[in-house]
């Protein structure tokens, strides 16, 4: 909110410049988002905090200024001359719906000659924002600006039958307010009616039938009081935003509504002349009662960190303008009816806070006897990033937010979750899974002629069913970059492969290879998974088409918290005191043959001295017939008892060769 | 032969050897030159030595002696060669392997971790050196955690729609990471240290400043004493862990619904020192936090003795923290994941 330094002035002093005290006004919570100086002003742009309407006009911020310097806070003065003629014989007034309106003031005033507002008056409301209309209106909103009171000013002779009723609006009720625009009203909406029809929304706008015109003669002025929920309510159904409505939504003074009509009556007099009717008409069917906040003492010392001197606690009591009263155990508070904020102690130890200053309170640590910990699984979550890390994938975030025919095609059987309120139409769900996000980041890459590219990310997947974390992993491009000290070479399936099978070793998780259910968004040929574990493998040319990436993607999807909740503490091997002894073999095996085959049977060919196998070549093609392809191995023989003689190594080659050609009919390539 | 003939020779031997030695090269010719006079059958002070039975008696003496100095001295002198030519052979054989050391190194690739990442973990151990544990809960969430038990009620307008992701009429995508300190302070009874980090969402346009999604780091500490000083001191030790042991900490007066007092908390200026910069529109201060003191309404949620205990909590964006420590200016960075971006990490 723009306040004026000159307006301020007018209530309380500060003896210091405008910028020191607009340090003064961020220190107690009005904080100055700028300053402007401008013909002769100050202009602070202030951020009041919504718990604070009696800081949204002059006098209330005036207040706080009394009370940072000790300086008294004087309030308008005006004489209003009234006529013999009653206000209430003229006009009545009737609440209908008095939880939405707990007072409604007016007054008349008649033969007012409406026409432009005295420079003063232009210039005051212009400083704050506020665009000047003619004479009346500008009262209303300058009475507002001053006293934080919205009124509404109408035009006294376009009202029928000399009625105020303040009511719900009925089903299907129409009005067109000031801006102009035609509104469909309900039950939920009050409005301020006149016998006929309604003639303002409450708290929000007036209409346009009832305004204040160049040929207005007689004003009746409102002053009232409105349920902020209710005029909340009303303000966003229509989506509307005004700055009576910005002030009774967070709550106005209700105590303020008869003076302001008064001051409000007693400027339009002087300025527009006219005659105003004698009393106001105030509708006040319970009047408020102020509550009272008490205070102990030794809350002060106990929860803010240091004691604060009774004389300082009372002045900045009376500066507020809150009646205390001592007693055993501290003060009684009596609440002032703006401070919409205060209701008890806590409300209470923060004025004190606040206005001796955050700063007088010392610095210090909490005793603490306890320790402090990570979240589970924390120092895998390290090992797992330094692996990453090492193996060159470079980390990203990308957002939880997709669309539905996006999931559909990742993840068809899981439910997401949708929003009521989305922003966009790209962002309607959250994302079930991490693969789209991914090729995303690529193709951005991609397209801004990046190439050999390696990501990850460690994230949350979201469905109706609940949220859990996934690890993906990306590759595309070459492994290797061509330079002068190498050739080039691409990712490849097996890059990725040893990369998740690393991930899994790591952290102690046996699984087994498998190719059942992939995804349809893989490369069927080029694709696999390790039980619940992984999936991975080259996207599919065709989903990479779609997405206009023209090389091929290696993405691997892990289910990392079931492999960091599945690891098992490793155990230390001894390390072999005698030789092992290294046999290389290179079969002739049938094509399609897998290597997987080999492997089992040697693994399972009961020589317990078999300590590792390894492929080392593959030729396709050679001096053996079409059908074969020659695979070479080496098996690692190692004993814990003793060195191996060669008899025995011999004993091995030959039962493995007889397994393999046995079951495969592999022979040895000569 | 006379004994002076047989010591003329070996004299001339002597020169002829001390010509030829000067002029050997490389081991090849230092190997002909020790043949030619140093070799059992025929070197030159070899035969010369075997001519000794010829030389008469009483000289045989003096010309061995020659012989033998003279032979010693070839010796040494070879050997000194020998030493010095395997010498020359081997650094010529190193600086033939000499290579192009102003080639780029062959760099193996390394990954980055992620800046949001890096802050947070930096955040996270800063608190649990502090004595603080870290804990995490969902960011689908129920209305209940999310505004009720925080002291935003129904009607209030933080919950309104247009700020926040709704999935149905009570449940959203979390606005901030309070609500695990609601589901904590549920779980156990005082004393409570906790922070809790994690993805938050509201319903803001992205600019330089905003995204619809970012991280939050969040803290709460209840315990019988807690005071507004503990939540200072607390705010500027952090501080000066996470930005340098010369940063300050200043508490504004501010307002949210969970806490009471409550406080905006700035960091001088990480850019300019305090002396006034573009980046904290030249007030010296950078708003980082808000913070406050737990309103004792919440206890009420969770069963807590307003009367024995008292804390606070604090929050600030992990994206805004990492903004400040790396000089980033615009937080979409963080999630286009440009390579040219993330590599300097």
Known sequence: MKVSLNWLKEFADAPVDARELGKKLTNIGLAVDAMEVAGGDTIFELDVTTNRPDCLNHLGVAREISAVFGTPLRKPAFKLRESAKATSSAFSISISDPDLCARYCGRYIIGVKIGPSPDWLKQRLEAVGVRSINNVADISNYVMMELGQPLHAFDADTLSGQEIIVRRAEIEERMTTLDGIERALNPSVLVIADARRPVALAGVMGGSETEITAKTTNVFLESAHFLPQSIRKTARALGMNTEASYRFERGADIEIAGYACDRAAALIQELAGGEVLRGVIDVYPSKHKRGVASLRRQRIPAFLGADVDNTIVENIFARLEFKSEKTSQGWNVEVPGFRVDISGEQDLLEEIARHHGFDKFPSTLPAWKGFGSSLPGEAEERRLRSILSGAGYGEIYTYSFSDESTERRYRREVDPVKFINPMTEDATTLRTSLVPGILKTLQWNLNRGARDLQFYELSKVYSRAGERRELILCGCGSIRNQSVHETARDFTFYDFKGDVETILATFGAAVTLGSENLPDYYHPGRSARFGAFAVFGEIHPEHLEAMKIRHRVVVAEIDIDRILSARSQAQVQPIPRFPAIRRDFSLLLDKGTQYAAVHRIIAESGISEVARIEPFDRIETGSFPESKYSLSISVVYQSNERTLTDAEVETFDRRILELLEQRLGAQLRK | ?345
Not at chain 2, 39 to 59: M, V
Not at chain 2, 290 to 299: A, C, E, I, Q, R
Request: hydrophobic share 35%; with cysteine.
């Open chain 2, 1 to 345: 032969m006379s004994s002076s003939d047989g010591i003329g020779q070996l004299r001339s031997i002597e020169q002829q050897f001390d010509r030829e030695c000067a002029s050997v090269a490389d081991l090849r010719a230092l190997e002909d030159i020790r043949n030619r006079y140093l070799s059992r059958k025929s070197g030159l002070l070899t035969t010369q030595l075997q001519n000794l039975r010829n030389i008469p008696a009483a000289e045989r003496a003096a010309f061995g002696q020659t012989a033998n100095a003279i032979k010693s001295k070839v010796e040494t002198a070879l050997d000194a060669l020998q030493n010095r030519l395997s010498n020359v052979e081997k650094n010529a054989a190193l600086e033939r392997e000499r290579l192009d050391i102003t080639l780029p190194g062959n760099r193996r690739r390394l990954g980055h971790r992620h800046p949001l990442t890096i802050v947070r973990k930096e955040i996270e151990d800063i608190f649990v050196s502090m004595g603080y544990t870290v804990e995490d809960g969902p960011e689908v969430e129920r209305t209940y955690y999310n505004f009720e038990a925080l002291n935003i009620p129904a009607g209030h307008p933080a919950r309104d729609p247009k700020d926040t992701f709704y999935v149905c009429d009570d449940v959203v995508l979390r606005t901030h990471t309070s609500p695990v300190q609601v589901r904590t302070m549920e779980k156990m009874q005082p004393p409570v240290r906790i922070i809790c980090p994690g993805r938050v969402y509201r319903r803001d346009q992205a600019d330089a400043t905003h995204t619809p999604m970012f991280h939050q780091v969040e803290g709460l500490l209840v315990d019988e004493g807690i005071t507004f000083s503990d939540l200072k001191g607390t705010l500027e030790r952090f501080h000066k862990q996470f930005f340098g042991e010369q940063t300050e900490t200043r508490l504004r007066p501010s307002f949210f619904p969970f806490t009471e007092p409550s406080a905006e908390v700035d960091v001088s200026c990480v850019f300019c020192d305090r002396s006034g910069c573009r980046v904290c529109k030249h007030t010296g201060w950078i708003e980082v936090m808000g913070s406050g003191m737990v309103n004792p309404k919440l206890y009420s949620f969770v069963n807590y003795d307003a009367q024995k205990y008292s804390g606070f909590a604090f929050g600030g964006g992990i994206e805004r923290y990492a903004m400040l420590k790396y000089n980033i200016n615009d937080i979409q960075l963080y999630y286009q994941n440009d390579v040219r971006f993330l590599e300097q990490f």
